[in-house]
């Protein structure tokens, strides 16, 4: 029933930005922890960033202060605005919903999830 659709990814160089876009369907983003995770190949899933119905944000320490998520609650969509790409973010990037107002950060703490978006930096 929940649906997510990511969008925004690319080939970028290092330093460079990208901003993601999950369209979700099937739950209100507002409601509910509302994260991204990637994964890189033949590594394991890791949360980048979530946020909950009251707006408080967790980034993953990798960030650094580089990426920001937020939400439309008018379109029901989250973001991830990705600023200083370096060649290690390069990954598969899920948008992932759990159907909680607690966050957490883990891969099974999430129910559903998206196809992925592809996210490649070159340095």
């Known amino acids: 029933q929940v649906r997510l659709v990511e969008s925004g990814g690319g080939s970028v160089q290092a330093g460079g930005s990208l901003r993601l876009s999950c369209s979700v369907s099937g739950t209100t983003v507002a409601d509910y922890c509302m994260g991204w995770f990637r994964q890189a190949p033949r590594k394991e899933r890791e949360a980048v960033a979530t946020?909950?119905?009251?707006?408080?944000?967790y980034y993953t320490a990798f960030v650094d202060g580089r990426f920001t998520i937020s939400r439309d609650s008018a379109k029901n969509m989250i973001f991830l605005q990705m600023n200083n790409l370096k060649a290690e973010d390069t990954a598969m990037y899920y948008c992932a919903a759990r159907l909680s107002t607690w966050c957490r950060t883990g891969v099974t703490d999430f129910s559903d999830w998206g196809q992925g978006t592809q996210v490649t930096v070159s340095s």
């Open positions: 946020i909950n119905g009251k707006r408080n944000r």
